[in-house]
Nanobody, 127 residues
Framework: QVQLVESGGGLVQAGGSLRLSCAASSRSFISYTMGWFRQAPGKEREFVTAISRSVDTTVYADSVKGRFTISRDNAKNTVYLQMNSLKPEDTAVYYC????????????????????WGQGTQVTVSS
């Protein structure tokens, strides 16, 4: 069982930056592939990025490539999402997700492959 707690959301102007954090309760954090998803009002949840447990694989949605960076600190049981050059269309609730069995890059974008989810943190980008 893993509990995930996101933090770092807020209101930022277009072009600004935010860094989200997701703290995991599990001592086996290193065993989990971690992902970030987001959901805007009236829209379905969409994949943002993911990082493998061994940190050798990262996957990004096309919409955030070159602007967002995922990283993890296994010693702190934390995964980060650095978001730069934010746009109003990035406005959403951002969710952290974890799964112990994911290892293939092309599967990391599927929300139904993740067993554990955080409660989400709101990111609002004003124009």
């Amino acid at each position: 069982q893993v509990q995930l707690v996101e933090s770092g959301g807020g209101l930022v102007q277009a072009g600004g930056s935010l860094r989200l954090s997701c703290a995991a309760s599990s001592r086996s954090f290193i065993s989990y592939t971690m992902g970030w998803f987001r959901q805007a009002p009236g829209k379905e949840r969409e994949f943002v990025t993911a990082i493998s447990r061994s940190v050798d694989t990262t996957v990004y949605a096309d919409s955030v490539k070159g602007r967002f960076t995922i990283s993890r600190d296994n010693a702190k049981n934390t995964v980060y999402l650095q978001m730069n050059s934010l746009k109003p269309e990035d406005t959403a609730v951002y969710y952290c997700a974890a799964d112990r069995h994911l290892s293939v890059a092309h599967e990391m974008g599927a929300s139904n492959r993740y067993d554990y989810w955080g409660q989400g943190t709101q990111v609002t980008v004003s124009s």
